[in-house]
């Protein structure tokens, strides 16, 4: 493995923005009654995550340098 690994802003971005959709997802499913269109929104950020990892790792954003 690489010494960087999980360490470069790329993958703290994604990692956030996943985290921030299972929060969403989580709050939306406790909600009375469960607010669909929500949990949906967070399954889009937990889908839109890996994708903005590999264009920030494009970009650069996936080295400590």
């Not at 399954?43 to 990892?53: E, K, N, Q, R, T």
């Amino acid at each position: 493995m690489a010494d960087n690994h999980g360490n470069t802003p790329a993958a703290w971005t994604a990692v956030g923005v996943a985290m921030l959709g299972f929060l969403v997802g989580g709050i939306a499913l406790m909600l009375s009654p469960v607010s669909m269109t929500l949990f949906w929104v967070g399954i889009a950020l937990g889908v839109v995550s890996f994708p903005l990892f590999l264009i920030l790792a494009r970009l650069g954003f996936h080295t400590e340098h």
